[in-house]
């Protein structure tokens, strides 16, 4: 295990949040001379001149509070005792942090929260990690007169509903960090303290158990927490841990910054990182607590093989299942021709392990066709932001959402999808900043706590383009435009073109409505807004791509922010809000059959020549297939084999039926995963994956911010997933040679213009670099597109408003949209092996009350769910957060056949699948689908054919 | 390969091309698009089945790009 990071992080409570100020104040702190910004505490000025004032209600992620009465100080020339966090440092000050009064008072303070205190410190949970017990050290306390005899909450009970903490009320001081972190930190309010005097309480809710709270389990509170009174279960069973490795989360886009908290090589805790840039030391219920899918008992740790799925697994050797897999590319290539085979890039693996996955496509199997799930999420993106501005990936840090003065959130939920990035957009919002939602259902965005839309443009699926150009409309018809950004950044032929184009009559609101089912009256009022309120920061997500005209709505998005001159600086911008971990890092890494690492065409001859060189071998210059033409030509004949790196195609790609055909069509199958997931179930080889707890490299997040993951644990199968690709490509006869995936990021450097300046010792230094990372911008660049466009000239395009194929019929009346929940990640394969299936254990409809009504169904209903592509059945729930009309579902849980029901429909440009759009029936039903049966019948075969499995000799087991 | 799906998407493309101002570039976007995205076996099966398929519903910018690409 690489030490080398342990120095990295300072765990040092500061007390109170760092002040911005660029103006800084000098003053004596125990007579040393301290010079910090001004507005900085007395607190925190103390901790940087060396001294740790006493503190308990303080810590340095919440505003301070001042209710513990523990931090007083003495300052001279004024009277009294204040409160060292509430009292801000200024010029010429000379303070005090200790003298035999202020150790007086402060043991009086200690005696009055000890005398209601258990005094199991022995035996706490927090023991180790109690901040009462240290200042009770800190301030000497060595006797409590009051006695316990008297009124005391010793005996109250611990609430132990939430599967990840308990909040044991009897070790509770009435800090308020906890209720602070709620509020101020994940922005739920599910907090307060309820009573008054001896009788106040922490309380969720309305005094309820957490579990039926709004909490939402992101554990801001517990981390805030000063005693065990909240306290992850993980540590009330194991105990403190002795050690601790920065690492960045395997979830979401956001790409948080951990620390795994180890004892030995066992994870006891994941502790969000407070000086992680992309979550400044928040976290959500997925990276923060739903890590036990890395150990769980289904998880594959030998090497299989099989030569028919309806056979037995065998377990073999790494060598065996290496050689196997290589053995039956080969045999395809040479029956059915070289490109007969390809794979798929894993958008959860590293970008090191990505990138080994394209290249082993690429040189070793001698053809381009390699594909990720970009495909099915983000692809528009990158081909819209490149065509506009000429990169594929968005503008910004997630910290310029701090200076947005108008937020427009497009098909995007963050609060469920982005949780971290969804609390520091509320926390903007909380501020002040103007919110404008254009979505079909209404998210919690629209109104939660503390938190309303000014406008929710609450569309018909499917109508996003004509959304958009009716907004481009009322900006240049009603001279809203910025024309001095315009003229100086932007081409000024296409923006002519493009402004006569959304100026006609055919795209303003009026003449839009009875499409979009917006009143033109709001399209108006929300386009002056976001043209006129300062600072504009558009945010999308799958609600934007994953429609017929996706890359056409990213286009239109990116005329939008020119056309305002919102790009360039803090508080704008285009946002993507990618939705796996490393997608952003996988479109980087070439994972696309069009374009090597760095978004360069497999036709540009410089490009290609550079990588042929270096790779030693001769390169295509034609595109090769995306997933969903690989599929096409599995049922054609002429594509049989595929290499699939930590995706579930057969869960997550639309029309299931499709799906299931192409792969029944191939006739070499090697899936690598954690799990026998869905399209393992199909699989000929199976290759044991790791977890990102079992690995190093880097990820890269959706602001395009370059992080290490860090190997905190031996690979449980032996070996690490870019080790096995390695392994695969050397019995291809196409060596690779790597002893640590430093050495992969340094080839990638070495290739790629962005990555250029990328190496493991510049993040260990500076934590993260945001790409392009090079000569020009050695610490890496937040912002893009300041002084002008990647591409020179910004380039406005024509989006002419085409709607979708996916029509509504009598037979088929409602839209159906799909999308995902805070507690279930993507196809679930993580999480439902987790207990966050406790807040999601199934994937239902919902369905608004009139359509409800209409069809007779009530809440918890069995629905059928009907399309042109198949059927399905779920529960119902009734929702107005539904518009009339329109239905949704989550595809978390295989057996719910959310894509059962999607359709063949994509983009134009990219084959990203319509998810967003598909006409559908609803009926209520007593019975499971067809399809539903037929599923379950074979995943009871499947499941015998893994337990029946003929067990390795042990000689062969897991040798590498 | 499916050409009827094939077909579909190649129309898709000439339309969000179509709206363009100038008709030539816009042919020329589309060819672009084709060869830039299209695997080759994909273009050849559309082909193929337009030179059997003399009524195939395909839009004008496509079969104009199409000779871009591969000029008879």
Redesign the interface.
């Given at each position: 295990m690489d030490t080398t990071h342990h120095h990295l992080h300072d765990d040092i409570d500061y007390g109170t949040p760092k002040s911005v100020s660029e103006k800084m104040v000098t003053l004596e702190i125990d007579g040393f001379e301290v010079t910090v910004p001004q507005g900085t505490s007395l607190m925190r000025a103390a901790v940087e001149a060396g001294t740790q004032i006493p503190k308990l209600c303080a810590t340095d992620s919440l505003e301070p509070f001042g209710s513990c009465r523990l931090c007083l100080v003495e300052i001279e020339g004024r009277k009294g005792f204040p409160a060292s966090c509430t009292t801000p440092a200024e010029a010429g000050m000379k303070v005090r942090t200790q003298s035999p009064k202020l150790a007086d008072l402060r043991r009086g303070v200690m005696e009055l929260y000890i005398s209601d205190h258990p005094l199991d410190c022995l035996t706490c949970s927090a023991n180790g990690d109690c901040e009462l017990q240290d200042m009770a050290g800190t301030v000497g306390l060595r006797d409590v007169r009051y006695g316990y005899e008297g009124l005391n909450h010793l005996k109250d009970q611990a609430d132990t509903s939430n599967p990840y903490f308990t909040y044991d009320p009897s070790k509770c001081i009435v800090c308020n960090r906890c209720v602070r972190a709620c509020e101020e930190t994940q922005g739920t309010f599910a907090l307060t303290i309820s009573g008054r005097g001896f009788e106040s309480r922490v309380s969720p809710g309305e005094s309820q158990p957490f579990m039926e709270s709004e909490c939402v389990s992101c554990g801001a509170c517990v981390n805030a927490c000063p005693t065990a009174t909240l306290m992850e279960k993980t540590v009330i069973e194991a105990g403190q841990p002795d050690h601790s490795v920065l690492t960045t989360c395997a979830y979401c886009g956001v790409g948080c910054s951990f620390k795994a908290d180890m004892k030995g090589s066992e994870v006891v805790r994941m502790t969000p990182w407070k000086d992680g840039k992309a979550n400044e030391g928040h976290a959500c219920i997925k990276g923060r607590f739903a890590w036990g899918y890395t150990t769980h008992k289904d998880r594959i740790l030998k090497p299989m093989i099989r030569s028919k799925i309806t056979d037995p697994w065998q377990e073999v050797s790494w060598e065996t299942a290496i050689g196997h897999a290589a053995s039956e590319f080969r045999r395809i290539q040479k029956k059915f021709g070289v490109?007969s085979v390809g794979g798929i890039t894993s958008s959860r693996c590293t970008n090191e392990e990505t990138y080994l996955v394209q290249k082993l496509i690429r040189a070793g199997f001698g053809n381009?066709?390699v594909d990720t799930c970009a495909r099915v999420c983000h692809s528009p993106t990158g081909y819209g932001l490149g065509q506009t501005y000429g990169t594929s990936a968005g503008t910004q840090t997630f910290k310029s959402v701090e200076k947005a003065d108008v937020i427009l959130v497009i098909g995007a939920n963050p609060t469920d999808a982005h949780p971290v990035f969804g609390s520091r957009m509320k926390k903007r919002l909380r501020e002040g900043a103007k919110l404008i939602v254009i979505d079909p259902r209404k998210i919690e965005l629209v109104s939660s706590a503390h938190i309303k839309a000014d406008y929710h443009l609450q569309l018909r699926p499917g109508t996003n383009v004509a959304i958009i150009n009716s907004l481009a409309h009322v900006i240049v018809t009603e001279g809203l435009l910025d024309q001095k950004f315009i003229d100086e950044r932007c081409d000024a032929e296409a923006f002519k073109?493009w402004r006569d184009?959304v100026a006609s009559d055919n795209n303003s609101p009026e003449a839009l409505e009875s499409m979009t089912g917006v009143p033109a009256q709001l399209v108006r009022e929300a386009a002056r807004l976001y043209a006129s309120a300062g600072n504009g920061a558009i945010y999308y997500g799958l609600g934007v791509t994953e429609h017929?005209q996706g890359?056409?709505m990213v286009i239109g998005i990116a005329n939008l922010a020119m056309a305002t001159g919102n790009i360039g600086r803090e508080g704008v911008g285009v946002n993507p809000l990618r939705g796996q971990n490393n997608v952003q890092g996988s479109c980087d890494m070439g994972s696309f059959?069009?374009e090597f690492p760095g978004y360069r065409?497999v036709?540009d001859d410089a490009t290609r020549s550079l990588f042929e060189k270096d790779w030693g071998v001769s390169l295509r210059k034609?595109?090769?297939?995306?997933i969903p033409?690989m599929f096409?030509?599995a049922?054609?004949g002429?594509f049989k084999g595929l290499y699939c790196q930590g995706e579930d195609i057969v869960q997550s790609d639309p029309n299931t039926q499709h799906v299931i055909a192409a792969m029944e069509a191939m006739e070499c199958i090697v899936v690598q995963d954690l799990f026998l997931n869905e399209t393992a179930k199909y699989a000929h080889v199976f290759l044991p994956g790791s977890s990102f707890l079992e690995k190093d490299g880097t990820f890269t997040n959706a602001e395009r911010r370059i992080s290490r993951v860090r190997k905190v644990m031996a690979p449980k199968a032996g070996l690490a997933d870019w080790e096995a690709t390695v392994a695969l490509s050397n019995a291809l006869g196409y060596p690779m040679h790597y002893n640590d995936p430093s050495e992969i990021m340094a080839e990638i450097a070495r290739l790629t213009p962005t990555f250029s300046g990328v190496t493991y010792e510049k993040l260990d230094q500076l934590g993260s670099v945001q790409w392009p990372c090079n000569d020009a911008m050695p610490e890496g660049t937040p912002l893009m597109h300041i002084d002008h466009f990647v591409r020179g000239k910004g380039r406005f395009l024509?989006?002419?408003y085409?709607p979708t194929?996916e029509k509504i019929t009598p037979k088929f009346p409602l839209l159906l949209t799909t999308g995902r929940i805070l507690s279930q990640y993507n196809v679930g394969a993580q999480t439902r092996r987790t207990e966050n299936v406790q807040f999601h254990e199934e994937d239902r409809l919902d369905i608004h009350p009139q359509d409800a009504a209409e069809r007779g169904i009530q809440e918890g209903d069995w629905v059928g769910v009907t399309s042109r592509a198949g059927e399905t059945v779920l529960r119902a729930r009734v929702t107005e957060r539904m518009q009339p009309g329109v239905v949704y579902t989550t595809f978390h849980f295989p057996e719910s056949g959310a894509n059962v029901i999607t359709t063949?429909n994509?983009d134009?440009?990219?084959?990203c699948p319509e998810y967003k759009v598909t006409a559908v029936q609803v009926v209520k039903v007593k019975h499971t689908s067809e399809w539903q049966e037929n599923y379950h019948q074979f995943n009871e075969t499947q499941l015998r054919l893994l337990k029946e499995k003929v067990v390795a000799e042990a000689s062969a087991a897991g040798g590498r | 390969m499916n050409a009827e799906h094939l077909l579909k998407m190649a129309n898709d493309i000439g339309t969000f091309f179509e709206a363009m101002p100038n008709r030539q570039q816009a042919i020329q976007d589309v060819a672009t698009h084709i060869r830039k995205f299209w695997e080759p076996r994909m273009q050849k099966s559309l082909l193929a089945y337009l030179s059997t398929h003399s009524d195939a519903e395909i839009k004008d910018i496509v079969r104009d790009a199409l000779r871009e690409i591969h000029p008879a």
């Amino acid at each position: 295990m690489d030490t080398t990071h342990h120095h990295l992080h300072d765990d040092i409570d500061y007390g109170t949040p760092k002040s911005v100020s660029e103006k800084m104040v000098t003053l004596e702190i125990d007579g040393f001379e301290v010079t910090v910004p001004q507005g900085t505490s007395l607190m925190r000025a103390a901790v940087e001149a060396g001294t740790q004032i006493p503190k308990l209600c303080a810590t340095d992620s919440l505003e301070p509070f001042g209710s513990c009465r523990l931090c007083l100080v003495e300052i001279e020339g004024r009277k009294g005792f204040p409160a060292s966090c509430t009292t801000p440092a200024e010029a010429g000050m000379k303070v005090r942090t200790q003298s035999p009064k202020l150790a007086d008072l402060r043991r009086g303070v200690m005696e009055l929260y000890i005398s209601d205190h258990p005094l199991d410190c022995l035996t706490c949970s927090a023991n180790g990690d109690c901040e009462l017990q240290d200042m009770a050290g800190t301030v000497g306390l060595r006797d409590v007169r009051y006695g316990y005899e008297g009124l005391n909450h010793l005996k109250d009970q611990a609430d132990t509903s939430n599967p990840y903490f308990t909040y044991d009320p009897s070790k509770c001081i009435v800090c308020n960090r906890c209720v602070r972190a709620c509020e101020e930190t994940q922005g739920t309010f599910a907090l307060t303290i309820s009573g008054r005097g001896f009788e106040s309480r922490v309380s969720p809710g309305e005094s309820q158990p957490f579990m039926e709270s709004e909490c939402v389990s992101c554990g801001a509170c517990v981390n805030a927490c000063p005693t065990a009174t909240l306290m992850e279960k993980t540590v009330i069973e194991a105990g403190q841990p002795d050690h601790s490795v920065l690492t960045t989360c395997a979830y979401c886009g956001v790409g948080c910054s951990f620390k795994a908290d180890m004892k030995g090589s066992e994870v006891v805790r994941m502790t969000p990182w407070k000086d992680g840039k992309a979550n400044e030391g928040h976290a959500c219920i997925k990276g923060r607590f739903a890590w036990g899918y890395t150990t769980h008992k289904d998880r594959i740790l030998k090497p299989m093989i099989r030569s028919k799925i309806t056979d037995p697994w065998q377990e073999v050797s790494w060598e065996t299942a290496i050689g196997h897999a290589a053995s039956e590319f080969r045999r395809i290539q040479k029956k059915f021709g070289v490109d007969s085979v390809g794979g798929i890039t894993s958008s959860r693996c590293t970008n090191e392990e990505t990138y080994l996955v394209q290249k082993l496509i690429r040189a070793g199997f001698g053809n381009n066709n390699v594909d990720t799930c970009a495909r099915v999420c983000h692809s528009p993106t990158g081909y819209g932001l490149g065509q506009t501005y000429g990169t594929s990936a968005g503008t910004q840090t997630f910290k310029s959402v701090e200076k947005a003065d108008v937020i427009l959130v497009i098909g995007a939920n963050p609060t469920d999808a982005h949780p971290v990035f969804g609390s520091r957009m509320k926390k903007r919002l909380r501020e002040g900043a103007k919110l404008i939602v254009i979505d079909p259902r209404k998210i919690e965005l629209v109104s939660s706590a503390h938190i309303k839309a000014d406008y929710h443009l609450q569309l018909r699926p499917g109508t996003n383009v004509a959304i958009i150009n009716s907004l481009a409309h009322v900006i240049v018809t009603e001279g809203l435009l910025d024309q001095k950004f315009i003229d100086e950044r932007c081409d000024a032929e296409a923006f002519k073109y493009w402004r006569d184009f959304v100026a006609s009559d055919n795209n303003s609101p009026e003449a839009l409505e009875s499409m979009t089912g917006v009143p033109a009256q709001l399209v108006r009022e929300a386009a002056r807004l976001y043209a006129s309120a300062g600072n504009g920061a558009i945010y999308y997500g799958l609600g934007v791509t994953e429609h017929s005209q996706g890359s056409t709505m990213v286009i239109g998005i990116a005329n939008l922010a020119m056309a305002t001159g919102n790009i360039g600086r803090e508080g704008v911008g285009v946002n993507p809000l990618r939705g796996q971990n490393n997608v952003q890092g996988s479109c980087d890494m070439g994972s696309f059959p069009h374009e090597f690492p760095g978004y360069r065409h497999v036709s540009d001859d410089a490009t290609r020549s550079l990588f042929e060189k270096d790779w030693g071998v001769s390169l295509r210059k034609e595109p090769g297939l995306r997933i969903p033409n690989m599929f096409e030509a599995a049922m054609d004949g002429t594509f049989k084999g595929l290499y699939c790196q930590g995706e579930d195609i057969v869960q997550s790609d639309p029309n299931t039926q499709h799906v299931i055909a192409a792969m029944e069509a191939m006739e070499c199958i090697v899936v690598q995963d954690l799990f026998l997931n869905e399209t393992a179930k199909y699989a000929h080889v199976f290759l044991p994956g790791s977890s990102f707890l079992e690995k190093d490299g880097t990820f890269t997040n959706a602001e395009r911010r370059i992080s290490r993951v860090r190997k905190v644990m031996a690979p449980k199968a032996g070996l690490a997933d870019w080790e096995a690709t390695v392994a695969l490509s050397n019995a291809l006869g196409y060596p690779m040679h790597y002893n640590d995936p430093s050495e992969i990021m340094a080839e990638i450097a070495r290739l790629t213009p962005t990555f250029s300046g990328v190496t493991y010792e510049k993040l260990d230094q500076l934590g993260s670099v945001q790409w392009p990372c090079n000569d020009a911008m050695p610490e890496g660049t937040p912002l893009m597109h300041i002084d002008h466009f990647v591409r020179g000239k910004g380039r406005f395009l024509i989006t002419q408003y085409v709607p979708t194929h996916e029509k509504i019929t009598p037979k088929f009346p409602l839209l159906l949209t799909t999308g995902r929940i805070l507690s279930q990640y993507n196809v679930g394969a993580q999480t439902r092996r987790t207990e966050n299936v406790q807040f999601h254990e199934e994937d239902r409809l919902d369905i608004h009350p009139q359509d409800a009504a209409e069809r007779g169904i009530q809440e918890g209903d069995w629905v059928g769910v009907t399309s042109r592509a198949g059927e399905t059945v779920l529960r119902a729930r009734v929702t107005e957060r539904m518009q009339p009309g329109v239905v949704y579902t989550t595809f978390h849980f295989p057996e719910s056949g959310a894509n059962v029901i999607t359709t063949d429909n994509s983009d134009w440009a990219t084959n990203c699948p319509e998810y967003k759009v598909t006409a559908v029936q609803v009926v209520k039903v007593k019975h499971t689908s067809e399809w539903q049966e037929n599923y379950h019948q074979f995943n009871e075969t499947q499941l015998r054919l893994l337990k029946e499995k003929v067990v390795a000799e042990a000689s062969a087991a897991g040798g590498r | 390969m499916n050409a009827e799906h094939l077909l579909k998407m190649a129309n898709d493309i000439g339309t969000f091309f179509e709206a363009m101002p100038n008709r030539q570039q816009a042919i020329q976007d589309v060819a672009t698009h084709i060869r830039k995205f299209w695997e080759p076996r994909m273009q050849k099966s559309l082909l193929a089945y337009l030179s059997t398929h003399s009524d195939a519903e395909i839009k004008d910018i496509v079969r104009d790009a199409l000779r871009e690409i591969h000029p008879a």
